[in-house]
């Protein structure tokens, strides 16, 4: 029988890319808690510094040094091995580094930071540059209205229903780099094991989660996943 299995991919499994974990920088950008920044109210309150918070970490992403390590290729490789698309990845990511490495089955459950998402139609775009109060948007030609497409602390995450689906029919979960901090994320791992499926957490240290899992393996992602996948 062939095996479904899910993963999902926090911070963690970026960071050897050279993108900054959150709680590397004590959830802290520019002195401003993450929970502070990245939400409707600080939005509304704040667009600029909003904007700005997610400015800098698109023009990161965009230089040439970002690029997929072991472990988001390893990943692509695993779903490669199983074509009928058992294999799916939830990423807590924003950034577009499962892509490059190759991933299609794949699902940004807090969005995607190289997209704008016009705030009256819904509609996205694809964004590779600063967005601010001031531009029209191309959708509507307000000014200001573009916003990132990305969840924040008290939006709803994206495409839950498919991955509520998608957990009650996996018998292997996988978590990898995520401190397990961020629900509805950090509960999945429950959700796998109410149905059966055995967990494993792979991550740099013990998660707020660890408990709940079957298994766990610490150190680099770049390590336990290509030696997991293998
Ligand atoms: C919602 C996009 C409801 C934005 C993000 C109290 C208790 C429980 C829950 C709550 C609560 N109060 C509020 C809530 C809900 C809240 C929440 O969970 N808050 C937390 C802070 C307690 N959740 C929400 O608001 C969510 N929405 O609940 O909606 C609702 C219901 C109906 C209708 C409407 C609404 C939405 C949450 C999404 C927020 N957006 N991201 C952006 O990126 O700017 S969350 C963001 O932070 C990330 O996406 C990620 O999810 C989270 C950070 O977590 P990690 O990915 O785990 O990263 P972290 O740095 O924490 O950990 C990295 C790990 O990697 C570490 O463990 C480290 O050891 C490891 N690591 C590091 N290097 C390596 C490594 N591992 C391996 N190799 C390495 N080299």
Redesign the pocket.
């Known amino acids: 029988m062939a095996e479904n299995i899910v993963i999902l991919t926090?911070?963690?499994?970026s960071?050897?890319s050279g993108i900054k974990?959150?709680?590397?920088s004590d959830g802290l950008w520019e002195n401003h808690r993450?929970?502070d920044v990245?939400t409707p109210e600080a939005f509304f309150r704040n667009p600029l510094l909003v904007q700005n918070f997610y400015n800098q970490r698109r023009a990161q992403l965009l230089t040439p040094e970002i690029q997929p390590n072991a472990a988001h290729q390893a990943l692509a490789r695993l779903e490669a091995a199983y074509p009928n698309g058992s294999v799916l990845v939830v990423t807590?990511?924003?950034d577009d580094l499962h892509e490059r490495a190759g991933s299609q089955n794949l699902i940004h459950m807090?969005?995607e930071i190289l997209k704008g998402r016009c705030q009256s139609s819904g509609g996205l775009v694809a964004i590779d540059h600063d967005l601010s109060p001031a531009m029209p948007c191309p959708l509507c030609g307000k000014k200001g209205c573009l916003r990132p497409h990305?969840?924040?602390?008290?939006?709803?995450?994206l495409q839950m229903e498919t991955i509520y689906q998608a957990l009650a029919r996996c018998d292997r979960f996988i978590s990898i780099?995520?401190?397990?901090?961020?629900?509805?994320?950090a509960g999945f791992v429950e959700e796998a094991n109410r149905h059966g499926a055995h967990s494993i957490e792979l991550?740099?240290?013990p998660?707020q989660r660890l408990t709940a899992f079957a298994k766990h393996r610490h150190g680099?992602?770049t390590e336990l996943v290509p030696a997991y996948v293998e």
């Open positions: 926090g911070a963690g499994i960071a050897e974990t959150f709680r590397a993450v929970e990245a807590q990511n924003i807090h969005g990305v969840v924040w602390f008290g939006e709803m995450p780099g995520t401190s397990g901090n961020v629900y509805p994320a991550n740099l240290e998660s680099l992602a």
